[in-house]
């Protein structure tokens, strides 16, 4: 397998996604470096004569081409190289394990325990967007008596936060994401956490969330996109639901919270609003009161 990726000037980045949208389902994607605000053009290609008709269909398309382009190969096990970095990990008694070491770890097997496999989609609970909703998610329901009729995960990734609200006792669980891919790992990993899952997954926007329907909604996904759906979230909550909000980075927390803070008193809406933070990375929680 090929990888090639280019820096990508601000001035192009219409074009591409132009590009993208009109040629998709497409190979490409552009993505940022949210730190260093670097924006690349990466493209996955079975060969390197595949990537370089591909980069040529690419700059033809383009008023310019694309500059310092680096073409690099892949190691063929590339696709099994997150199991490296995927490791067994608990939060208050609760596990979290690799499917792929459910038999190294028997001892867990009268605790409450997650497997997942995620694949290529993201959330193994590794990472500290994901840890932080899941000890989010964990103080505010675990052996709780609070209603826990309906929960929405946004940007559902491996599945496995709608898996965990299954697990905490939620009723109706629904978890959404805009990649095909995703979606169908999702599904994948509910299966082998539960004969029966009561998780409803498919592939759909942000905007096609309905409101006044959810004790909880999770949406762990870009800082930005949050803020630009804030109306569709804060509306999502019946009356005292939680909403959790991951993905953001600690310089963004601010700019996050005033925009929800703004929402909720155009909403109306009394809410208690804290912030929880591992690394660089936050997390907002709104309880609705």
Partial sequence: MIKVS???????????????FESAPSPWSIVLNRKTKVLLLEGIFKSKQDSQEK???????????????????????????????????????????PEWERLNNANHLGDSCVYIDPGMAFGTGNHETTRLCIELL????????????????????????????????????????????????????????????????????ISS?????????????????LMTY?????RALQKRGNLILSGILDYEVEVVHKTFQKQLRTDHLEAEMYTRKKSDWCALLIKLL
């Fill in 6 to 20: 280019a820096p990508v000037n601000q001035n192009l980045v219409l074009e591409i996604e132009s590009f993208l």
């Fill in 230 to 234: 804030c109306t569709k979230f804060t």
């Fill in 138 to 205: 964990t103080d505010l329901y675990y052996q709780q008596a609070i209603p826990k009729n309906s929960f929405l995960d946004v940007g559902c990734g491996s599945g496995i936060l709608s898996i965990f609200a299954q697990i905490l006792g939620f009723r109706t669980i629904t978890g959404i994401d805009n990649d095909e891919c995703a979606i169908a790992n999702a599904k994948s990993n509910a299966s082998i956490n539960f004969k029966s899952p009561k998780i409803n997954f498919s592939k759909k926007n």
């Fill in 55 to 97: 980069i040529q269909h690419l700059n033809e398309s383009l008023s310019k081409n694309l500059n310092q382009i680096k073409i690099e190969k892949l190691d063929e096990c590339w696709k099994e190289a997150y199991k490296n970095h995927f490791k067994t990990w608990s939060y208050k008694g609760i596990n979290f394990i």
């Fill in 209 to 225: 969330i309905d409101s006044n329907l959810y004790n909880c909604v999770v949406a762990n996904i870009q800082s930005d996109v």
